[in-house]
């Protein structure tokens, strides 16, 4: 961390400390030392983290620290910013604060979507808007597609994807759009400055409609058979339904934005609702129970979702003779 209490009260910055002093943590009260040297950036240290509660989860590595201190220092020269702000209501301390409505979190290693899902909602509680800025070498892309893992998606925010390039300091955003199976999705990037984090506000117009390609399909029902399980949905309802999979109807290939938000494959719930509607019997409450969300602060509630997903099947299939 880089700021620290002296024996007065008085907070001081790592930077202007002065070795042999005694200083400590502003949340836990607990001592902590000074460590400054040519190649480390001077920041204070925990003798025990045990110590203080507050940074269980929070271990900093070096990288960590540079990279805070690097972005604080790009947004102080055009906002109020400040480091470390404990937010006493909701127990947390955002890595940046900037003019107390933009938290940035710095997270280079993975931690539990559920954590990050936790903070993020405490940061909306207050009003406040949350940017987690992720390692971009560890995002798995080519041209086409993006890969996402729970943790991954966990810190995107109105699905947006923010990357820091450790070495040049420059962020990339990635606009997630439609869901092709397997927690990959089509997107679009774009590069920005640290400056330009406050205030940014640019969304994608995707179509409401996307078809998936025979080698994305080719792609769930790989994955799907190598799952090697008999209760398998997809691969059961195909059965059920005497669908051959080389030769899947387009109404089942079809996306909607929403599946961006459920862990269900595209095929997956489509093919559940259409088996159950066959046959009279399906149900709203136990296809809610049937989807399930990916973990993320700030994505519509579940009966949201699950009612417009409803919605967009009857869109697709309403000329459909099963239904008509």
């Known amino acids: 961390m880089f700021l620290a209490q002296d024996e007065f009260g008085s907070q001081v910055f790592a930077h202007q400390a002065v070795k042999n002093e005694s200083y400590f943590c502003p949340v836990c009260e607990a001592p902590v030392r000074l460590k400054a040297g040519k190649v480390k950036v001077a920041h204070f240290s925990h003798q025990h983290i045990l110590q203080c509660t507050r940074y269980l989860y929070k271990k900093e590595s070096l990288m960590h620290l540079k990279l805070k201190h690097d972005i604080y220092t790009e947004l102080n020269k055009i906002y109020a910013t400040a480091m470390e702000y404990y937010l ?9 604060l900037v003019n107390y409505q933009l938290a940035i979190e710095i997270q280079l290693s993975r931690i539990s979507a559920d954590l990050v899902a936790i903070r993020t909602k405490g940061y909306n509680k207050l009003g406040m808007k949350v940017i987690w800025l992720i390692n971009d070498a560890e995002v798995k892309k080519d041209e086409c597609l993006l890969s996402l893992n729970h943790f991954q998606y966990a810190t995107t925010t109105d699905h947006k994807l923010f990357t820091i390039n450790t070495e040049s300091l420059s962020v990339n955003i990635y606009h997630i759009g439609h869901h092709v199976g397997n927690n990959r999705f089509i997107y679009r990037s774009e590069k920005i400055q640290v ?6 506000s640019k969304r994608v117009d995707w179509p409401n409609d996307y078809k998936l390609s025979q080698s994305m399909v080719k792609n769930i029902l790989y994955h799907e058979k190598s799952a090697k399980s008999v209760l398998n949905p997809t691969l059961t ?15 089942f290939i079809m996306t909607c934005l929403y599946e961006r938000d459920i862990l269900n494959s595209p095929l997956e719930w489509k093919l559940y609702i259409h088996y159950h509607l066959n046959r009279g019997t399906f149900n709203l ?8 969300l990916r973990t993320n602060g700030d994505i519509l509630e579940k009966h949201i979702i699950v009612k417009n997903l409803v919605r967009y099947y009857l ?6 003779e099963d239904i008509a």
């Open 88 to 96: 006493k209501e909701i127990e947390q301390i955002p890595d940046v």
């Open 195 to 200: 400056k330009d984090l406050y205030g940014y």
């Open 237 to 251: 309802y195909l059965y059920q339904l005497d669908i051959h999979h080389q030769h899947i109807p387009k109404r």
């Open 285 to 292: 409450q136990i296809f809610m129970d049937f989807i399930k």
């Open 315 to 320: 869109k697709v299939f309403r000329d459909s």
